[in-house]
């Protein structure tokens, strides 16, 4: 199960991993552990990775139940997901292939231990707070890293949202959850999503928001059909703001025709 991974510091104790451009996951280093956020999609032993680097105990969390950011729980001992997406994540763990290559390989899926809103994870020197953001999934969670100002948000905020899938919520609750939280804008100044390859501005979670509420409001003239493995639905662009710096500049609201 190897592949090709990259890992970079983006910020001091701070690494993103890379699998094949296919998903993002996390590590952050505290004085007494280490959080990893998302494991994505089990190429690679990314706990092996984490030991080249330190030898402090790791707690894994998940920031929703897709297979590309959880199928990598197969190297650590135990997860952390929010309830609302645990049956999603029982199904991804189910897919044959993935219940195929655990055979071949000897490995099995830890135990999910349950995380919630308010939830504070204390890594020594750095707290991270746990707020539930459904939108994405039902049990989308991000979490703030306040001492060095950062929201990891998996895949409920990021360039390219998809809404269109079953189980996501109605555009319009998807801004009221937006709205809820919007408060995070004061708290900090980079997101560090599912998909990412380095930090982006705090300003996309008002600017996403702002592009969901468009097509709530109808403002869809432009849009353009998005074709994905589940059929063709829509795409709606979004505006980021200008002089800010970004990962990449396609930002566009997949939803449903």
Request: one cysteine or more; charged letters at 30%; proline letters at 4%.
């Amino acid at each position: 199960m190897e592949n090709e991974l990259t890992v970079k510091e983006v910020m001091p104790g701070i690494y993103l991993m890379d699998e094949m451009h296919r998903a993002t996951g996390y590590f952050v280093i505290g004085e007494e552990k280490v959080l990893v956020i998302d494991t994505m999609n089990g190429f690679t032993d990314i706990m092996s990775v984490i030991r080249g680097i330190t030898d402090k105990p790791v707690v894994v969390v998940n920031t929703h139940g897709h297979g590309d950011h959880i199928l990598g729980n197969v190297y650590f001992d135990e997860a952390h997901i929010n309830p609302k997406d645990l049956k999603l994540a029982e199904e991804m763990c189910a897919i044959p292939e993935f219940v195929e290559a655990r055979a071949k390989n000897g490995m099995s899926m830890p135990p999910f231990k349950e995380i919630k809103e308010g939830d504070i994870i204390d890594l020594g020197g750095r707290t991270l707070e746990v707020f539930e953001l459904p939108g994405h999934t039902p049990g989308s969670i991000v979490l703030l890293l306040r001492e060095d100002r950062v929201l990891f948000t998996g895949d409920a905020v990021n360039h390219h949202l998809w809404l269109q899938l079953d189980g996501c919520s109605p555009l319009s609750e998807c801004v009221k959850a937006l709205d809820r939280l919007m408060f995070l804008e004061d708290r900090a100044d980079f997101i560090l999503h599912g998909h990412a390859p380095d930090k982006d501005d705090i300003t996309l979670m008002r600017c996403m928001r702002n592009g969901i509420e468009e097509i709530c409001d109808g403002k869809t003239s432009d849009d353009k059909p998005y074709k994905w493995s589940g059929g063709e639905d829509m795409q709606h662009e979004f505006a980021l703001v200008e002089g800010k710096q970004y990962s990449t500049e396609d930002s566009v609201i997949c939803y449903r025709k």
